[in-house]
Every structure is written in structure tokens, then in C-alpha cells.
């Protein structure tokens, strides 16, 4: 890179840093620094996980359709190494369609027709970080004709390795922050908000009496939520729920999406909804 180029990287890498906030208000600072450092019509920052394939998705404006087309993305994602996200493909580098396709066939695949074409999109370039079993994705889409040039690839792979410190901090942060009941939704958003109540209160100590007691519910109720949680738990005992929360930590943790709509999210076997 020349040294105007440098320069601005480094504007960026300063400004990045000076993000303080938890995961919360991630997306919108990474919105704002790297639609500053890259000409782009919009940017797309997501969590993908890789065991469950569970995704949340945000974008720095909102988009028509958001949740169909996420819909349709999770369904064809897997016809190229482009959308299927492998971090074993994509490594420490930022990847754009010409890295996969002649442009004809980049506008011939199905993804890009019912995904991107009905926004207009001709370029997009993007970058995998592994995070635990999460991967952070940022995908730069540009409605333009002129293609992304080698001196934005570069800008956006000098600050990739400051992203992905970046959001780990804010993670960290949030999980310092959280309650024992926000740690368990953190930890395991699968769990039902009563299924997280009974949940914190084993952590806690608590027995079926003082749960029933405490949330004003039944015992039969507290059994049946304790049951259903321990079977998405994969766990048995009260000692192994505990462990389940008190052997996490903020490494791996998913990203939340601040504004429902702009946002998408995904979960295997589960309607579409809106992100939270």
C-alpha cells in the first residue's frame, strides 16, 4: 500500500480501538469506522455457529425483504466457498466474488438472483473470523459497476486482526457486566425465558420449593421447565446445569443485533424471525 493508504489504515485501526461499549453496540461502531475506510453501499456483520449453524445477521441500512432473503441465503449458502463461509477456505484473507467467479457466473447463481440482484448489488467483498464455535462475518456490498480494487482489499485485511480483538474485548466487557441471569441467555439462548429463570436459581442454590416460591409458579410447573431446559442442556444433574454456566466464559459468545430492522437470524429447524 502506498502511504496515504497506510495512513488511513491506521486512522482506522486507532479508531476501531477506541470502541468501549460490549457486544450490544459492536456492529454500529464497525458500520460507521469501516464505511469510512471502504467506499461501500452497505455492510453486513453476522455470527454464524458452526455446530448448530444458528446465524444473526445486521446491516448499516435496513433492507427490503431482509428476513426472506435471509431465509433464501442460509438455503443456498452452501453452493460456493463464496457464501459457505469455511474459515478453512477463506483463512486471514478478504475474498470477493472475482475470487470465485467470472462476473457472468457470479450473476448466474441462484444465491446472487434471489438474494442480491433484488438489491442491486454487482461487487461484494468480505472477511471470516473464528471466534469458539462462532464465526464473525462481514460481507462489503457495492451497487456500483466498478468493481473493488486491490488497494480496499488490502485496507480491509490490514484491520481484520483489530476486529476480531475488538469484538472480543466488547465481549468481554459485557460478560463482566451481565447478571447471572443475562450470562445463562448469553450462554444458552435455546433456553425459554422461564426455562433461563429456573435455570439461574439452581445456580443460585435453589430448590423446586423455593423456585415454585420465588416465580410464583407451580411445582409441577418448575419440574416440567427444569426437564425441558436439562434436555436442551444436554445435561442431567443440577451440578452439570452449574457447570454449564460456570465453565463458560465471554470467548465464543454470539453476536446480539441491536435493531430488528435491519436485522436477521436464523435457526435450524425454526421459522425465520425477526432479530432481536
Avoid at 426472506?68 to 449458502?77: D, W
Avoid at 488497494?151 to 486482526?161: A, D, S, T
Amino acid at each position: 500500500m502506498d502511504s496515504a493508504a497506510c495512513r488511513r489504515a491506521q486512522e482506522a485501526i486507532v479508531w476501531l480501538h477506541e470502541f468501549e461499549g460490549t457486544v450490544e453496540g459492536f456492529a454500529g461502531h464497525v458500520f460507521a469506522v469501516l464505511g469510512w475506510l471502504v467506499e461501500v453501499t452497505y455492510i453486513e456483520c453476522g455470527c454464524l455457529n458452526r455446530r448448530t449453524g444458528a446465524c444473526r445477521s445486521s446491516t448499516s441500512i435496513p433492507l427490503e425483504n431482509g428476513e426472506e432473503r435471509g431465509e433464501i441465503y442460509m438455503r443456498l449458502k452452501n453452493c460456493s466457498p463464496l457464501f459457505s463461509l469455511d474459515p478453512d477456505v477463506w483463512g486471514e484473507r478478504v475474498l470477493g466474488n472475482r475470487d470465485f467467479f467470472t462476473d457472468r457466473e457470479y450473476r448466474s447463481l441462484p444465491l446472487y438472483r434471489e438474494v442480491l440482484l433484488p438489491g442491486g448489488i454487482q461487487h461484494e467483498l468480505g472477511m471470516v473470523i473464528p471466534d469458539g464455535e462462532w464465526l464473525l462475518v462481514l460481507g462489503f456490498f457495492r451497487t456500483e459497476a466498478r468493481p473493488y480494487t486491490e488497494r480496499e482489499r488490502q485496507l480491509l485485511e490490514v484491520v481484520r486482526p483489530h476486529l476480531g480483538r475488538v469484538f472480543r474485548l466488547a465481549q468481554l466487557r459485557a460478560w463482566e457486566s451481565a447478571s447471572p441471569a443475562e450470562k445463562i441467555r448469553l450462554i444458552h439462548p435455546q433456553l425459554t425465558a422461564r426455562q433461563r429463570q429456573v435455570l439461574a436459581g439452581i445456580c443460585e442454590g435453589m430448590g423446586n420449593r423455593e423456585l415454585s416460591d420465588a416465580l410464583g409458579i407451580s411445582l409441577e410447573s418448575v419440574r416440567t421447565h427444569r426437564k425441558a431446559a436439562f434436555a436442551r442442556l444436554g445435561v442431567r444433574t443440577p451440578v452439570e446445569a452449574v457447570m454449564s454456566v460456570a465453565g463458560s466464559g465471554a470467548a465464543g459468545l454470539p453476536l446480539p443485533m441491536p435493531d430488528g430492522n435491519r436485522g436477521w437470524s436464523w435457526s435450524p429447524g425454526r421459522r425465520l424471525r425477526g432479530a432481536p
